[in-house]
């Protein structure tokens, strides 16, 4: 009984941890395919197309870049549930600046750090930002390998 029991928490942890990690990307295909939303998606290989030869062994660090905007009136119902739908999925992130600027436009970073299961000294890191102006609001998720030097 003792050992279902464990086997049970084992996998209610393991599909815990999962979970987590997909909440952000259910929100982003949500919208990929919807009017006045636009998506973009730079694997890791993207850095030799664009970043200089001495930087590339830092940018392949990053495993992904992604970048959903909504271009519309920000104020209807529709911009107003996808900044909802975001923000409900950060809840395990940190809000580290939160930055309003007299024109109305706001800028928010997320983070959240999580070890490798694989090599405990590696940890994924990932990074939200959430930029809204009157008339677009973008999110952008990166995600990425830090080690304990960094």
Do not use: A, C, H, R
């Given at each position: 009984m003792k050992r279902v029991f464990l086997t049970t928490i084992g996998c209610l942890f393991f599909v815990l941890i999962f979970a987590q990690n997909n909440l952000l990307e259910i929100d982003f295909s949500e919208y990929t395919e919807k009017d006045?939303?636009?998506?973009?998606?730079?694997?890791?290989?993207?850095?030799?197309?664009?970043?200089?030869?001495?930087?590339?062994?830092?940018?392949?660090?990053?495993k992904f870049v992604?970048?959903?905007?909504?271009?519309?009136?920000t104020k209807t119902k529709e911009a107003k549930k996808f900044v909802q739908d975001i923000k409900s999925s950060l809840y395990h992130f940190k809000l580290i600046l939160k930055l309003l600027e007299d024109n109305g436009e706001k800028t928010e970073i997320y983070i959240e750090s999580?070890?490798?299961?694989?090599?405990?000294?590696?940890k994924f890191l990932e990074k939200i930002i959430i930029r809204e102006k009157e008339k677009e609001?973008?999110?952008?998720?990166i995600y990425g390998k830090i080690t304990d030097s960094e």
């Open positions: 006045n939303f636009s998506y973009i998606y730079m694997g890791q290989g993207y850095s030799e197309l664009t970043v200089p030869q001495e930087l590339i062994k830092e940018f392949n660090k990053i992604k970048v959903l905007t909504y271009k519309g009136d999580k070890p490798s299961i694989k090599n405990p000294k590696e609001i973008s999110v952008m998720w």
